[in-house]
Every structure is written in C-alpha cells, then in structure tokens.
T-cell receptor, first 115, second 114 residues
Framework: AQTVTQSQPEMSVQEAETVTLSCTYDTSESNYYLFWYKQPPSRQMILVIRQEAYKQQNATENRFSVNFQKAAKSFSLKISDSQLGDTAMYFCAFMKPAAGNMLTFGGGTRLMVKP | NAGVTQTPKFQVLKTGQSMTLQCAQDMNHNSMYWYRQDPGMGLRLIYYSASEGTTDKGEVPNGYNVSRLNKREFSLRLESAAPSQTSVYFC?????????????FGSGTRLTVV
C-alpha cells in the first residue's frame, strides 16, 4: 500500500514571499501520478497541480510549481508571490493507475499567508 | 454549474440512528468515491465505484454501505451511527478511464454523531 507523508502540519509566510511545502511518499510502483490539492476555509477541494511520474519535467501552474524527485520519492510544492487567498490546507496525494484510480492523501499542511 | 452535488451539507445524528448521504455528478464520469476527512489524517477512502454496477471497499469501510444507483449517483449509508463516525464526508468523481486525472469533489457533508 502507498503512504503519503506531509511533515509540516502548519506553516506561515508573508504576503509576496515564497514558501515550499514538503511531501514524501512510499511506493514500489514506477508509473503513478502525484497531486496537490488546496482546501480553503470554504472546505472545497481544489486541484492545484498534477505531476506524471514518467515525466522528468516539473509541473508548473502560474505561481505554483513542484520539485519532483522520483528517486527520493519527494514531491514538494512551491508557491511564489504568496497571496492572502493562498491561505488554506494543502494536501499531497498519490494515484497508482489501476481500476478505480484511487487517491491516497497525506495528512495536510495548514498554510497561513500573513499581510 | 456542472460538478458534484452532495446533500445534506450538515447533519446531526444520535448514536444508533441511520442516514444516507447522497451524491450526484453530471460530468459523465465513470468512477465515484466517498472519503472522510478527520483532523491530521487527511482524507481516507471509505468506498469507491470504478464503474457503474461495481463497488469496492477502501481503507475505512467498517460501518458504511454504498450503492451506485446509476452512472450519476453514488450514495453512502450509515446503518447505525457511532460517535467515531463524526467527520466531514466528501464525494468525488473522476473520468477514471486512463487514470492520472484529478478528482472533482463535492462541497462536503459535516456529520456530527452525539
């Protein structure tokens, strides 16, 4: 079974600065997908970014980028130019392609962006 | 708006009562899921349905049952609620064919069992 670990329960960053959230995972698979989800106080789960394990290039979505280190089984999220609206819980998640394509989530990191 | 609709948004039950959480998606997705979210534990999979007509247990299925009524609808039933089932419940769906696609989530149901 896959496990996903987020070692930072809480983090804070000043507005306009850069912050990196950590995620490690454990799997014996070679083909899989990794995701970061954002959950603001509204409780809605929002997909932030997606990475395919067979692609070496790190995914980027506007101010959000990842550092994917396959050998180290590490998948960190970098948020540049942090905005107040980035305040949320962030969840790292792992998917092994299979019937059902289930997502396994980490425990989450609560990010506070301070003005 | 297209997406995943969950009802109800909030519910308080007494220990031993039963209830059904409803979920419907209008994106023609094949796969649907039920997760529970507890503080510090992220989201844990209760049950999933890879395609219409199939259901399978996830990580924490005890105390729950599900029904994939049709391609659109996937319900979660608590037969005899317990305080340990106090949680936020999320329904989600995905295209689920080739894998690798993120889920679309409902807005969640906050359930309190007293």
């Amino acid at each position: 079974a896959q496990t996903v670990t987020q070692s930072q329960p809480e983090m804070s960053v000043q507005e306009a600065e850069t912050v990196t959230l950590s995620c490690t995972y454990d799997t014996s698979e070679s083909n899989y997908y990794l995701f970061w989800y954002k959950q603001p106080p509204s409780r809605q789960m929002i997909l932030v970014i997606r990475q395919e394990a067979y692609k070496q290039q790190n995914a980027t979505e506007n101010r959000f980028s990842v550092n994917f280190q396959k050998a180290a089984k590490s998948f960190s999220l970098k948020i540049s130019d942090s905005q107040l609206g980035d305040t949320a819980m962030y969840f790292c998640a792992f998917m092994k392609p299979a019937a059902g394509n289930m997502l396994t989530f980490g425990g989450g990191t609560r990010l506070m962006v301070k003005p | 708006n297209a997406g995943v609709t969950q009802t109800p948004k909030f519910q308080v039950l007494k220990t031993g009562q039963s209830m059904t959480l409803q979920c419907a998606q209008d994106m023609n997705h094949n796969s649907m899921y039920w997760y529970r979210q507890d503080p510090g534990m992220g989201l844990r999979l209760i049950y999933y349905s890879a395609s219409e007509g199939t259901t399978d247990k996830g990580e924490v299925p005890n105390g729950y049952n599900v029904s994939r009524l049709n391609k659109r609808e996937f319900s979660l039933r608590l037969e005899s609620a317990a305080p340990s089932q106090t949680s936020v419940y999320f329904c989600a769906s995905s295209a689920g064919i080739l894998g690798g696609y993120g889920y679309t989530f409902g807005s969640g149901t906050r359930l309190t069992v007293v």
